[in-house]
């Protein structure tokens, strides 16, 4: 036990710059060695993460994995981290506060482009992750922040897939692919804000609880629509879209949803929207326009949803619309109460353990949507705000500004 | 002109005449008092003033314009603010982002701004938040700015409630039984607090009681209701002394 506790603070007392240096000598060297060491441990291949899709294959595999993984990873990060510690201080001293998060950001995507870069799967769950990060925490914003219950997250991300798929399959000119990528969608995200916006007007007309009836309509019509539009495949799906989603472009993305929502919760504006969650009424009568509170907060986040959509079409290269139904819905909706309600970093953490667990649990299948839900329900019966709920990273969320989530900093 | 002209104000609850040809003048800086018995209407005064009800016949006019029909927020922008009788805070969130909330229509910054944290924005929230401090130093409940406004005793919550309400930058303030849950400590504090308000922010009070000490005492002019009707209105001792007003609260004298 005290054991434990040494070990826990002596861990704790190495900067997270210096774990971020660490691991990121790490990437690089398994760059260099990661395949010779695999074949020495009597690996079929190099795992591609952590040795879990190996070990699923055989458990054979589960011991040389994490084998692989203690001298892969943990070792050389845990040394040169430990090595760059007393440098940590005198970097972070010539950085101006302005410069810090950039320097941060350039690190982690870094760290993620070298030791994914190289690598199809690896390529494809890291910007899954991406995606399933700007999918919750644009939900959380309508779920956590405003107390309202959407459940048709999907159906907004599916007019983004398609709108900006048809735009760059079938409108742009090809040669153009990555340079009209973000129009395309921005494209997609504006489409989805205006379905949203039409969804959002007769919803927030009356109060109460209609919120989650509509959307769960919308998300049905929304597929149900795309499967009789032959023009764009009906239900045969979509295709033709060049690969356009990578590390660099989910990474960007991601982390532009995460600052863009995170400075409008904290702004007057968006402290109005949490304002509504707490008691309507007195929001009104504090001369807060709650119906367009709740009508923006709603556009801003099926924009987003939108984002993710086509992100999402260009990652996968094949779209149809029973991808958007109300299963995709769900795994948001899991994604968002796992992290904890009105969290931003709470929906970044839910949104990167879903993924994770998806993979690790793909062997099960079907079962896994047995699992998942068990798991979700245990947890939020231990911890009922999820993993952060109305908690924030300081280092998303400055300390004193955390409490405009009604929230402490951690 | 008068601030607040209200003139045959009549509600109906499905066909319950819940008001009925209510009327009242309050000019500016007066401090008036609405009392009856639970039922005899006085909340749903305040939520047909404030635009919570459509009320079915009737006029209120704010310095002579019709405020009925406008949403609520736009009437409380125009300066007519209220508490609440079962306090509204909004309770998970700290003490000083529940002031902070009531300056949204004194929001100057674009919602682009908002979304980049540029321009104005940055400094506009600063700027509240110096506010809502100063507002909360003036009635002692700064020292509870960072708290969660549920983690309050209840007389400071009623307090912040007054704060939050004073951040809209009020004319005219409806207090919904303020004293609701206090001792005569509490009370006595609170009368003060009252007169305090009125003098330094130049307000017009109108408050709804069952507190007659404090309604007796503060109140300059008071309206007596009961089932809907207005039974009674003058000052303190000649409503104390009204036959109906007795009546209606301690039932009907028994003929011998």
Redesign the interface.
Known sequence: MALAQKLKSHLASIPPLAYILGMLAAAVTERLAGEPLAVLLGLPSMPSLFGITLSQRSPLFLPASVAYDALMYVIPTYVVARLATPFVPRILERLTAGLLMPVYLLLVFALLQTWGGYHEYRILVLSLMGINVILAVSLNLVNGYMGEFSVGHAGFMGVGAYVASILTVLVFPRSLGQLTFPLALLAGGVMAALAGLLVAIPSFKIRGDYLAIITLAVNYIIKNGIENIEKIGGSRGFMGMAKLTNIPSAFMWSVLTLWLIRNFVLSPRGRAVVAIREDEIAAETMTVDTRYTKILGFCTSSFFAGIAGGLFAHLLLYINPSTFSLLKSTEVLVMVYLGGMASISGSLLGAVTFTLLLELLRPLEVWKWVLIPLLLVGMLLRRHAGLMGFREFSFLVPREEAESHGSASD | MALLQISDLTHYFGGLRAVHDFDLTLNQGELIGLIGPNGAGKTTVFNLI?G?YRPSEGSILLDGQSIIGL???RI??QGV??T?QTI???????V??NV??????Q?Q?T?LE????AGR?VQ??RA?GAEAMRLLALFGVDRYA?E?ARNLPYGEQRRVEIV??L??KPRLLLLDEPAAGMNPGEIDHLMDLIYYIRDQFKLTIFLIEHQMRLVMRTCERIKVMDFGATIAEGCPDEVRNDQRVLKAYLGEEVEA
């Open positions: 404030t919570i949403q609520p927020h409380a922008a603010c209220r609440f509204r805070l909004f309770s998970n969130v700290s000083l982002d902070k909330i009531a300056f949204y229509s929001i910054s919602l908002s979304l980049l944290r924005s506009e929230d509240f960072h969660l939050r309400a951040a809209t």
